[in-house]
């Protein structure tokens, strides 16, 4: 199954994995409606995924973007009143695993890969917000990124301890490498002119002639999902390195606070 935003680049990406995968039978993609950003969303994709049964081997948890709200500009928000990055980056990821977690224990083994990035070396003093008033109070576009990728290694983190060390659901996150996608056009959102042309045209450069390529930036993500190994709850760097995340994603109390404040924020608390 593969999950996206835009439906024509969805059927390209599809198009594009049976042009080049080579077998005597093509292999089978499905393209469904996921935004990560709407819940209700992912409530009806999680809910066609359960009616299907099927059994999920590896679910990828790599939605993103870099910034939503344009500089100067008030503070963008979900639907469901929540700063739209961490929304994106964040609570639809808690939401769907949620919904879907009785499919990942149907599997013999099932692997989680959550997306997060090195920029969660620099997250707020606090680490993560737990409360809505703290979370819609960041409003440095910077800042709001760099939390939600350290929010990605303490869910891990927590996601593991939940499930507990004899689960068959094994959960890890990464850090893909600097590569060439389209988050950079965050640029046009939060450098004003007349910075943005210079900016741009740099960054451009660096897109072109340093950073990965996507597929390149796939291969950790790959081998965490594919490959024999038995890491859970751990970070990687490229290409499948594991390395010590920030101190505070070590932090059980903050990691059981931000679960009970995503399980809040996504009305799943009990």
């Given at each position: 199954v593969l999950a996206c935003r835009n439906a024509d680049k969805c059927a390209a990406?599809?198009?594009?994995?049976?042009?080049?995968?080579?077998?005597?039978?093509?292999?089978?993609?499905?393209?469904?409606?996921?935004?990560?950003?709407?819940?209700?969303?992912?409530?009806?994709?999680?809910?066609?995924?359960?009616?299907?049964?099927?059994?999920?081997?590896?679910?990828y948890l790599n939605a993103g973007i870099g910034c939503a709200t344009p500089a100067g500009e008030p503070l963008v928000l979900n639907a469901a009143g929540v700063e739209m990055v961490f929304a994106t980056n964040v609570l639809g990821h808690h939401l769907l695993y949620a919904l879907v977690l009785p499919l990942l224990e149907k599997a013999r083994e099932a692997r989680v890969v959550v997306v997060s990035s090195s920029a969660q070396f620099n997250p707020p003093p606090?680490?993560?917000?737990?409360?809505?008033?703290?979370?819609?109070?960041?409003?440095?576009?910077?800042?709001?990124?760099?939390?939600?990728?350290?929010?990605?290694?303490?869910?891990?983190?927590?996601?593991?301890?939940?499930?507990?060390?004899?689960?068959?659901?094994?959960?890890?996150?990464?850090?893909?490498?600097?590569?060439?996608?389209?988050?950079?056009?965050?640029?046009?959102?939060?450098?004003?002119?007349p910075y943005r042309t210079y900016v741009r045209n740099f960054f451009q450069m660096l897109q072109d002639q340093v950073m990965w390529s996507s597929e390149q930036g796939a291969l950790t993500q790959l081998y965490l999902g594919a490959a024999e190994h038995s890491s859970r709850g751990k970070y990687f760097h490229p290409q499948a390195q594991p390395v010590e995340p920030h101190p505070l994603s070590k932090d059980e109390a903050l990691g059981k606070r931000f679960w009970a404040f995503c399980d809040e924020l996504a009305g799943l608390a009990k």
């Amino acid at each position: 199954v593969l999950a996206c935003r835009n439906a024509d680049k969805c059927a390209a990406a599809a198009a594009a994995i049976r042009q080049n995968v080579s077998s005597a039978a093509p292999p089978r993609i499905q393209t469904m409606a996921l935004d990560t950003s709407d819940l209700e969303s992912v409530r009806a994709f999680s809910k066609a995924l359960l009616a299907d049964g099927t059994a999920i081997d590896m679910l990828y948890l790599n939605a993103g973007i870099g910034c939503a709200t344009p500089a100067g500009e008030p503070l963008v928000l979900n639907a469901a009143g929540v700063e739209m990055v961490f929304a994106t980056n964040v609570l639809g990821h808690h939401l769907l695993y949620a919904l879907v977690l009785p499919l990942l224990e149907k599997a013999r083994e099932a692997r989680v890969v959550v997306v997060s990035s090195s920029a969660q070396f620099n997250p707020p003093p606090y680490g993560v917000a737990t409360d809505l008033k703290t979370l819609n109070e960041v409003d440095s576009s910077t800042t709001q990124y760099y939390q939600s990728k350290f929010a990605n290694v303490l869910w891990a983190i927590e996601a593991t301890r939940r499930l507990g060390p004899g689960s068959s659901v094994l959960v890890n996150s990464c850090h893909p490498g600097v590569v060439n996608t389209g988050i950079w056009d965050v640029f046009d959102l939060v450098i004003k002119p007349p910075y943005r042309t210079y900016v741009r045209n740099f960054f451009q450069m660096l897109q072109d002639q340093v950073m990965w390529s996507s597929e390149q930036g796939a291969l950790t993500q790959l081998y965490l999902g594919a490959a024999e190994h038995s890491s859970r709850g751990k970070y990687f760097h490229p290409q499948a390195q594991p390395v010590e995340p920030h101190p505070l994603s070590k932090d059980e109390a903050l990691g059981k606070r931000f679960w009970a404040f995503c399980d809040e924020l996504a009305g799943l608390a009990k």
